[in-house]
């Protein structure tokens, strides 16, 4: 038992401190996180302001090149550079790798957005510029920021993470629809039916046309093709319509 213990208010003024300087410690650490993003943001954008037309691969870092998904990758990236298009990636190895050595053996831009992890993430060979981040939601955006398309090929969290911010953007209408691609049937067809199976039918999650977001093929022609067709004009005219449709909605259901 303590011989003085300490006054109740004592006790609470006390932790109040310490409340206020952890969370003055918490508020600098952003505040100096947030600086580094804004110069991550303008080094980026320094990289995309060259080139007019992008598209971003997505995929996992830890296939080998002759992995189908490799594969893929490497046909399509080389297949758009051929066309004057800037390919982007994670600038790792694996399906980025595969992408990155694509668009330079085509004669391309060929763009890594590296970041440093404590495995698999090291910049590959094959990038014509290259950038490394210091924190994913830099990267992210960079990665996503007004591409003509999106290629997605087998991979883990990583890729299904930015799979399915780029379609919840689009399927709210805060970006335009453009392609995305999601090659590979038998990687991809599995999570396409749960989507169709669950979320549309059975949870009513999601709207019956939202699956038309995105294409699975494994035909490298094709999905080229439809980037190359890609209107900026058209997909903003649909951003704008299913965001007013998306608001009329939610004024049905006094949701204003």
């Avoid at 694509?102 to 404590?118: D, V």
């Avoid at 999601?206 to 490298?220: F, G, K, M, Q, V």
Wanted: glycine share 8%.
């Amino acid at each position: 038992m303590l011989q003085h213990p300490i006054p109740v208010p004592s006790i609470k003024s006390e932790n109040e401190k310490n409340q206020l300087l952890v969370r003055q410690k918490l508020i600098d650490a952003a505040e100096g996180r947030l600086v580094t993003v804004v110069e991550e943001f303008e080094h980026a954008f320094d990289i995309l302001g060259k080139y007019p037309h992008t598209v971003t691969v997505f995929g996992s870092a830890r296939l080998p090149q002759d992995h189908p998904s490799c594969r893929a990758a490497f046909a399509i990236s080389w297949a758009l550079a051929k066309h004057g298009i800037a390919i982007v990636s994670g600038g790792g190895h694996g399906v980025m790798e595969a992408a990155n050595r694509g668009a330079k053996e085509a004669g391309g831009t060929s763009i890594g957005f590296n970041i440093q992890l404590p495995m698999e993430q090291k910049l590959n060979d094959y990038t014509t510029e290259n950038y490394q981040f210091e924190h994913f939601f830099g990267r992210k955006v960079a990665m996503t920021l007004d591409a003509n398309g999106y290629v997605y090929c087998g991979g883990g969290f990583g890729t299904f993470d930015e799979l399915f911010e780029v379609l919840t953007l689009m399927q709210t209408g805060i970006v335009p629809k453009v392609p995305v691609i999601l090659l590979g049937v038998e990687f991809w067809k599995p999570l396409d039916e749960y989507i169709k199976q669950t979320l549309v039918e059975t949870y009513e999650t999601i709207d019956a046309d939202d699956p038309e977001l995105y294409i699975i093929t494994d035909d490298i022609e094709l999905a080229a093709n439809k980037i190359l067709d890609y209107s900026q004009e058209r997909s903003r005219d649909e951003m704008f319509k299913r965001a007013y449709r998306l608001k009329d909605r939610w004024i049905r259901e006094g949701k204003k």
